[in-house]
């Protein structure tokens, strides 16, 4: 699988993990083949409801509205199309990428030379158990969804997702959360197709958690997960709804184009308020601009580029590194080659 991730240059600049390294070197060489976009295309038709699409400007499909085209952009409907689709890719060892909301990606100016999936209507839905007090939740469904049902049948324990503007496999793959709260602790089991387009059941159990992350990573796609919820009181329930909107609008800069965190919080420190101890907020490059309201978001003023983006990165992880001795680590997820940045 050619999962996002950053160049081995990125990598190093960043201090990213060593897996994360070999994934992006991987998409590089995938990418080398020159595959037959377009034949490719015709191929995958017959098997899909929605029509794959050429050149897909991936800046409409990230919250940062930034960049180039994806060379080639499924949308998958159900199941089984998740399984034919990717069992064709890793056969022929074609790049290939899942896509969410894209609320936690920096796509390259380039675009991305390989196949881009999201999940489509028929994997968007969810439904309650009240009497099992769960939800099962498909991938492509939005967190605002399930939020809005358990607060509805009122149980608790999605509450914190109020306000995090992704789907449920994104949010699963990478344990979202708060200071307080990961959704680690609410997955009962999670259905994920593996790259070869079979078919399996994890338990929460089985799975590994971390900071923003899980041993899912990389490991397929998620077309489902099931959250064990506890009953709750309607009352406490829309509190604490209402309580993480209100400290999102008051803390987040949402009217801007923006990818939540850009940098994970080391152990104890709030790099936002670091950033912002180093006299950085408000600091632009080209028209990507740490933002004045969170030091731990950079907003597109305009019209930002990648480029305008990992330039401002590289800056921050550099002033920090120097000036407090601490090496920054991308939140964000990279897609596409930048190789040359
Ligand atoms: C205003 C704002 C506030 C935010 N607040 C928070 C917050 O409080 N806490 C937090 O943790 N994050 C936060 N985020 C970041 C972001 O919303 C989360 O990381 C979210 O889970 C990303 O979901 P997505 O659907 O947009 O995924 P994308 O950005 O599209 O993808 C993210 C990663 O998930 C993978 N992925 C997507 N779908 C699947 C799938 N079905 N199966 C397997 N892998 C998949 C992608 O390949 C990629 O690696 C915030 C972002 C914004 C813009």
């Not at 952009?73 to 909301?101: C, H, K, M, N």
């Not at 999670?190 to 079979?198: C, F, Q, W, Y």
Request: overall charge negative; aromatic content about 4%; proline content about 5%.
């Amino acid at each position: 699988m050619a999962d996002v991730a950053p160049s081995p240059e990125i990598t190093a600049a960043f201090g990213v993990d060593a897996p994360v390294a070999a994934a992006a070197a991987a998409d590089d060489v995938a990418s080398a083949e020159h595959p037959d976009w377009d034949a490719l295309a015709s191929e995958l038709a017959p098997l899909l409801h929605w029509q794959p699409r050429r050149d897909v400007p991936l800046a409409k499909h990230t919250t940062w509205h930034i960049g180039g085209p994806a060379a080639l952009f499924v949308t998958l409907d159900s199941t089984a199309e998740v399984q034919a689709v990717l069992r064709l890719l890793t056969e022929r060892g074609l790049p290939w990428t899942v896509l969410g909301r894209g609320s936690n990606i920096l796509a390259a100016d380039a675009g991305y030379d390989g196949v881009v999936l999201t999940l489509g209507p028929g994997l968007r839905g969810s439904r309650v158990d009240a009497q099992a007090h769960t939800i099962t939740a498909c991938g492509g469904c939005l967190l605002v969804r399930i939020v809005q049902q358990a607060q509805a049948a009122r149980l608790a324990g999605l509450e914190f997702q109020a306000g995090i503007p992704g789907t449920v496999g994104a949010a699963v793959v990478g344990n979202v959360g708060t200071a307080q709260d990961w959704i680690s602790g609410a997955v009962d089991s999670v259905i994920l197709v593996r790259p070869d387009g079979s078919l399996t059941t994890v338990r929460a159990a089985q799975i590994d958690w971390g900071y923003r992350s899980s041993s899912l990573r990389g490991a397929g796609i998620i077309v489902e997960a099931r959250f064990q919820l506890q009953p709750g009181d309607a009352a406490t329930l829309a509190a604490r709804i209402q309580g993480s909107l209100v400290r999102r609008r008051g803390t987040q800069p949402l009217t801007q184009p923006n990818a939540g965190s850009v940098f994970k919080n080391p152990p104890g420190v709030s790099v936002g308020r670091m950033i912002e101890e180093l006299g950085m907020k408000g600091m632009r490059i080209g028209d990507a601009m740490v933002s004045d309201v969170h030091a731990n978001f950079i907003v597109n003023a305009g019209n930002a580029t990648a480029h305008d983006v990992v330039a401002l990165i590289r800056q921050i992880t550099e002033r920090v590194s120097t000036q407090r001795g601490i090496t920054l680590e991308p939140e964000i997820r990279f897609l596409g080659s930048f190789a040359s940045y």
